[in-house]
């Protein structure tokens, strides 16, 4: 079986160090970098609002996937984790060094059941090869209406909305920061983006960057609990 959450999906940049003015910018390729292999939705995402943001500031941008260990400390793992607090039942985590891998494996019957993000698990649950348990988030998917929400399923408290962002270096300056956000945002209000990402389960939030740190700092605070709870031993 398998426990799919619903994403949502907030955006700003990974791009390399920046000398060009905001009026400028940007006068040369950007480098996205995906840290998952392609495939899985951090690959769908950047790929599709990327080619959009390339059309609109008229330069490549060059998707680059560095899938890195996997497993540890990472939402599924954490999302089993909390299942398994709020179920009080035990289960083995087996990391992957993404969706796709983990997914081989269900079909393959090499594990019992995985928590995946939607689109990454869509096209299965509609020809009936996996079957959706329950969805992380408050309501149901229009993409998949008969998965019912873990409220529906009896955990109301298990609440799993993945969420995927960009970001830049730190010292990226304020200017070249807002030019990116209007550049994103642009890109995910376009009706093709939107729609090619809501076949896929997504649900696309347009952002600040002021008020995604501070969702991101929230985040961290929910699931430090669950990694202290648990017991996680994360990646140094």
């Not at 040369?28 to 392609?38: H, W």
């Amino acid at each position: 079986m398998t426990i799919c959450s619903r994403l949502l999906a907030v955006f700003l940049l990974l791009v390399a160090p920046i000398t060009a003015s905001a009026q400028e910018f940007p006068t040369k390729p950007i480098r996205l970098i995906v840290p998952f292999p392609p495939g899985g939705p951090n690959d769908i995402i950047a790929r599709v609002i990327g080619q959009k943001m390339s059309e609109l500031v008229k330069q490549p941008i060059i998707v680059d996937n560095r899938a890195g260990q996997g497993g540890p400390g990472s939402l599924p793992h954490l999302a089993c984790e909390l299942f398994k607090l709020t179920a009080k039942i035990d289960i083995v985590h087996v990391p992957y060094r993404g969706a796709a891998p983990a997914v081989n494996d269900l079909l393959g019957q090499q594990v019992q059941m995985t928590f995946l993000d939607l689109p990454v698990i869509l096209p299965q649950i509609k020809t009936g090869t996996l079957r959706g348990i329950a969805l992380g988030g408050h309501e149901r998917a229009p993409t998949a209406p008969d998965v019912p929400t873990t409220a529906e399923a009896g955990m109301p408290d298990l609440v799993i909305e993945n969420w995927y962002g960009m970001v830049a270096p730190a010292h990226t300056p304020p200017s070249i920061i807002a030019r990116l956000n209007k550049l994103a945002t642009d890109a995910m209000a376009d009706p093709a983006v939107k729609a090619k990402l809501a076949e896929q389960g997504l649900t696309l939030v347009g952002d600040t960057p002021e008020h995604f740190r501070d969702f991101i700092a929230a985040d961290i605070k929910k699931w430090a609990k669950v990694i202290q709870d648990a017991g996680v031993v994360t990646a140094k």
